[in-house]
């Protein structure tokens, strides 16, 4: 199983303000992602190391390289919420 960060309905273009999915006409809520997920175009933010939660921890897998700026594959948000 794929673990997907942020697909879930409360973050996808065909979730409507009556918690409705417009794809599959049901009640849905934050926890519930399918393969139709449409990424709303407004949730991008900034990703690079001062919003990641291993910034100058010892975690870190690049802390020689960190900085601001600086975008990483291991990158991981220091909240999230659904």
């Not at 449409?38 to 190391?49: N, P, Q, T, V, W």
């Amino acid at each position: 199983m794929a673990i997907r960060l942020g697909n879930t309905c409360s973050n996808c273009d065909n979730f409507m303000s009556d918690n409705k999915c417009k794809v599959h006409g049901v009640k849905v809520n934050g926890h519930y992602t399918c393969d139709s997920f449409d990424m709303k175009a407004g949730l991008i933010s900034e990703r690079d190391c001062t919003s990641c939660l291993r910034f100058e921890k010892d975690d870190c897998a690049n802390p020689s390289k960190a900085a601001p700026g600086m975008m990483c594959a291991v990158w991981a948000p220091q909240s999230a919420s659904a």
